[in-house]
């Protein structure tokens, strides 16, 4: 996958390089929040799609990133063995995620002439994309903060 491509959206919400799963949270919300105008609303779904499609390339960055050999979540495992299951269980959900994403953009490209129902059907699927998004990285923050706390003792926890 082209890398330009994938974080395309990053510049233009100058969020930190780096954190595709943030820039999916914040392409999604921002094609939630996209004002509707009946007279322009050809226009909303260019710039709804434009902003799905930006996300579903930063979740694909994500997953290409989080199941890498040298990531984080790998270092976690390495140093906390017992975090396996969790670790196993977030890259289950990300084709769950990936799922999602793909299907708000299929539907967002069919689109022929959308009404303000379509509008908020759509809208709202990509807040409750980008709620999931959440919920998976503070679970993949606890694995990395789990495998990286020492008990008193200075042993690894």
Do not use: K
């Not at 969790?86 to 490209?109: G, K």
């Amino acid at each position: 996958m082209d890398q330009t491509l994938a974080f395309r959206g990053q510049a233009r919400l100058g969020a930190p390089a780096g954190d595709p799963i943030a820039d999916a949270r914040d392409l999604l919300r921002r094609a939630a929040r996209l004002p509707y105008q009946a007279a322009h609303a050809n226009a909303w779904s260019r710039r709804f799609r434009r902003l799905a499609t930006d996300a579903r390339r930063a979740i694909a960055a994500h997953v290409l990133r989080y199941e890498r050999s040298d990531s984080p979540t790998a270092a976690a495992v390495e140093a906390a063995p017992h975090l396996l299951p969790a670790v196993r269980r977030d890259f289950e959900e990300h084709i769950e995620l990936l799922r999602r994403s793909y299907d708000l953009v299929v539907e967002a490209e069919g689109l022929d002439s959308p009404t303000i129902w379509t509008m908020v059907e759509l809208g709202e699927q990509a807040m409750l994309l980008s709620r999931a998004l959440d919920r998976h990285h503070n679970r993949v923050l606890t694995i990395v903060h789990e495998a990286n706390q020492r008990d008193i003792g200075g042993e690894a926890g």
